[in-house]
């Protein structure tokens, strides 16, 4: 399974391309094959990227905990699966292209910064990446209330 580490800044081009880290791309065998899952985060306002196979994994999980015979479980699961898209990196350059309205629903404009966080790649804006970064008293006292 990939992991992701290391924050990495790109920039939109004017066909709403961006160029997918290297170092990200090299977590992967030479013959696999780069599908990944975009979708908006539920708390937060960037997306989330997994690997085609950890997507798989994580909605049938979600999946497994619903009975689509109840009417709330069947809406749960369409949200849930609203606006998500897979891209693969193009050979050449190594360029995504993440449909633009899953790009408006955080806001992005130019310069975005692809966050690894081990199982998954946030993907924010520069901005408000930067305006959420934790004070380390903050982070001490979260870790604590967490970790005991």
Not at 99 to 118: R, T
Not at 132 to 142: R, W, Y
């Amino acid at each position: 399974m990939a992991k992701f580490i290391g924050e990495y800044s790109v920039k939109i081009d004017d066909k709403g391309r961006m160029i997918f880290p290297s170092a990200f791309k090299s977590v992967f065998a030479p013959d696999e094959r780069l599908a990944l899952v975009v979708k908006k985060d539920m708390f937060e306002n960037c997306l989330q990227m997994y690997t085609y196979q950890q997507w798989e994994e994580e909605s049938n999980e979600v999946r497994s905990k619903l009975n689509f015979f109840k009417k709330e479980h069947s809406n749960f699961w369409r949200e849930y699966m609203r606006d998500r898209a897979v891209v693969e990196p193009d050979e050449k350059l190594g360029r995504i292209t993440i449909p633009k309205k899953i790009l408006e629903s955080i806001g992005a404009e130019k310069e975005m910064i692809f966050v690894g966080n081990d199982h998954k790649i946030e993907i924010w804006t520069k901005e408000l990446y930067n305006k959420k970064q934790m004070g380390s008293e903050e982070f001490v006292a979260l870790a604590q209330s967490i970790l005991g």
